[in-house]
């Protein structure tokens, strides 16, 4: 499995102006209105190199984005990770160790192993506590079209499809099935938490259209909950499509491979082989089964494979 150089449209820039928060905790930054509305946290670098989620935060903070009612927290996650970049290896800086965005489940925050990004979903974890609503800005390998993920709860599908953009639902019904995200911790991962938590995966990593629409859809999330005026020249939503994952493979194999080179998106019919995975072979579990992030590179642990069918 190879991958193509990418286009290094946006790059990452200096964060240290922004390493002093005012909550007691590195890279994260609170603005209460002093009246009464709902807390929201715009969370950015959840993942070393996904820099769209940079530009909307720093942004905010640059433009001095306050809120018209509740609490608006802004945060840079693992800023570590983001500081390893190499443009002649942009897609190492995702982790330094673990991936940040499966390990918020009491048996990693509360477990004796450690790591850069254990230390700091621990360090973060009052800061993901405090907040009513989530929005987790992430961006993909490939260059597909952007899509939504969250737990399969009305709660959330209710502001995803009300924003309208992205137009394309990646629905969790029973989680994600390889760790647990920032969006399923605490009561967010519960059908009777009362607030949305959503990750928004922007596009490919490093193009200018992914900041872009990170920026556009965190002011899109915090108009739907009043904190900011919504923009009249949003464009209308297009037409909704919505995918449920129904299993979610990790490579066990230097050796996986996929049939063909996949991106995301291309179908499968029900029972068609996949990709191979040391003895294991993932086979279509539909007609019209659906494929979401296929791995790029055989990295034993890593997930090698979303599997959907349209809903």
């Given at each position: 499995?190879?991958?193509a150089?990418?286009?290094?449209?946006?790059?990452?820039?200096?964060?240290?102006?922004?390493?002093?928060?005012?909550?007691?905790?590195d890279?994260?930054?609170?603005f209460?209105s002093?009246?009464?509305?709902?807390?929201?946290?715009?969370?950015?670098?959840t993942h070393g190199?996904?820099?769209?989620?940079?530009t909307?935060?720093?942004?905010?903070?640059?433009n001095?984005v306050?809120?018209?009612?509740?609490?608006?927290?802004?945060?840079?996650a693992?800023?570590?990770a983001?500081?390893?970049?190499?443009e002649?290896?942009?897609?190492?800086s995702?982790?330094?160790?673990?991936?940040?965005n499966r390990?918020?489940?009491?048996?990693?925050l509360?477990g004796?192993?450690d790591s850069?990004e254990?230390?700091?979903?621990?360090?973060?974890?009052?800061?993901?506590e405090?907040?009513?609503?989530?929005?987790?800005?992430?961006?993909t390998?490939?260059?597909?079209?952007?899509?939504w993920?969250?737990?399969?709860?009305?709660?959330n599908?209710?502001?995803?499809?009300?924003?309208?953009?992205p137009s394309?639902?990646l629905?969790?019904?029973?989680?994600?099935g390889?760790g647990t995200?920032?969006?399923?911790?605490?009561s967010?991962?519960?059908?009777?938490?009362?607030?949305?938590?959503?990750?928004?995966?922007?596009?490919q990593?490093?193009l200018r259209?992914a900041?872009?629409l990170?920026?556009?859809?965190?002011?899109?999330?915090?108009?739907?909950?009043?904190?900011?005026?919504k923009d009249?020249?949003t464009?209308?939503?297009?037409p909704?499509?919505?995918f449920?994952?129904?299993?979610?493979?990790?490579?066990?194999?230097p050796?996986?491979?996929?049939?063909?080179?996949?991106?995301?998106f291309?179908t499968?019919?029900k029972?068609?082989?996949?990709?191979?995975?040391?003895?294991e072979?993932?086979r279509?579990l539909?007609?019209?089964c659906?494929?979401?992030?296929?791995?790029?590179?055989a990295?034993?642990?890593?997930?090698?494979?979303?599997l959907?069918k349209?809903?």
């Amino acid at each position: 499995m190879t991958q193509a150089p990418p286009a290094l449209e946006v790059l990452p820039r200096d964060l240290s102006a922004y390493r002093k928060g005012n909550v007691g905790v590195d890279y994260v930054h609170r603005f209460e209105s002093g009246k009464p509305g709902p807390h929201v946290l715009i969370n950015a670098l959840t993942h070393g190199n996904e820099i769209c989620g940079m530009t909307a935060a720093t942004h905010l903070l640059d433009n001095n984005v306050r809120p018209k009612i509740g609490t608006l927290t802004v945060s840079f996650a693992n800023v570590a990770a983001y500081e390893s970049f190499n443009e002649a290896l942009p897609f190492d800086s995702r982790q330094l160790v673990h991936n940040l965005n499966r390990i918020w489940s009491p048996e990693w925050l509360d477990g004796t192993e450690d790591s850069p990004e254990l230390s700091r979903a621990r360090i973060l974890r009052p800061v993901v506590e405090a907040a009513d609503h989530i929005l987790d800005i992430h961006s993909t390998s490939q260059p597909v079209v952007p899509f939504w993920v969250y737990p399969g709860f009305e709660r959330n599908a209710k502001v995803a499809l009300a924003i309208g953009r992205p137009s394309v639902h990646l629905v969790m019904p029973d989680g994600l099935g390889s760790g647990t995200p920032l969006i399923q911790y605490g009561s967010h991962g519960g059908p009777d938490g009362k607030g949305v938590a959503m990750v928004v995966e922007c596009g490919q990593h490093f193009l200018r259209s992914a900041s872009d629409l990170a920026t556009a859809v965190t002011y899109d999330f915090l108009a739907y909950f009043g904190l900011v005026d919504k923009d009249p020249a949003t464009p209308p939503a297009e037409p909704q499509r919505r995918f449920q994952l129904l299993q979610t493979f990790v490579i066990k194999s230097p050796d996986f491979a996929f049939v063909r080179p996949l991106i995301g998106f291309e179908t499968f019919a029900k029972g068609e082989l996949i990709a191979t995975n040391g003895g294991e072979e993932i086979r279509a579990l539909c007609d019209d089964c659906t494929i979401f992030m296929p791995a790029q590179r055989a990295i034993v642990g890593r997930e090698a494979v979303y599997l959907t069918k349209p809903i």
